[in-house]
């Protein structure tokens, strides 16, 4: 995206250009860009991403923590949003393989959270799992990682879903829909801090 001044020779511009290019304004300021036609691509790394960007507006509308004003710095320095200096942050996290956090920057520090069993159950069209955490403080979320595949490197473009947690107790995940065949889980959980836990070892479900 690149940033103009006076645009097309004028005060402001906006809308198509040559089938080629955008002009708009975001908070203020006048940009271009490249005309891209919108696409739906369902790549594993896609829903990887759109995994963790539905996990962090989640969380982020139902935050209650002080903690979560640090990002406000960052974006004060920046110039946007402090949703948008939080999102930026977590996703750039997620992209080298790290979880969120809470903080900014990431403590990276306290001890990882730990998941007891994950016992997985499959059915017709859809699996379900019930996740059981260990006893452990600050859990900000689990991390779901699916493949046909056995699953040796569990990361952001194997991760079908990013489930907040607050508590301890065993809850419920239903991964759907999915078409008959076996299918590879491994399951980890993370702190505020942005710390990760052990991911439980490769299992599979027979789903029909």
């Known amino acids: 995206m690149a940033r103009v001044s006076g645009p097309m020779m004028s005060v402001d511009a906006s809308g198509k250009f040559g089938g080629s290019m955008v002009f708009a304004k975001w908070k203020g300021r006048n940009y271009a860009r490249q005309l891209v036609i919108p696409q739906n691509p369902q790549s594993a790394k896609q ?9 962090l507006a989640t969380v982020w509308k139902a935050k209650a923590l002080p903690k979560w004003t640090d990002y406000s ?3 004060a320095a920046r110039a946007i949003s402090t949703f948008n200096a939080y999102m930026a942050a977590n996703l750039a996290r997620w992209q080298l393989n790290k979880t969120p956090a809470q903080v900014y920057p990431a403590a990276d520090a306290t001890g990882a959270c730990v998941i007891t069993t994950a016992t997985m159950t499959g059915y017709a069209g859809y699996m379900s799992a019930v996740i059981t955490p260990a006893t452990n403080a600050n859990i900000f979320g689990v991390a779901v990682y699916r493949d046909s595949a056995a699953i040796t490197a569990p990361g952001w473009a194997n991760c079908v879903a990013i489930i907040p947690r607050s508590g301890v107790t065993a809850f419920t995940f239903t991964d759907a829909p999915l078409a008959a065949g076996t299918y590879h889980y491994r399951f980890s959980q993370f702190n505020i801090d942005g710390v990760q836990g052990t991911v439980l070892a490769d299992a599979t479900v027979v789903v029909t």
Request: no cysteine.
């Open 73 to 75: 710095v960052d974006a």
């Open 47 to 55: 829903k990887g991403v759109r995994a963790m960007m539905a996990f």
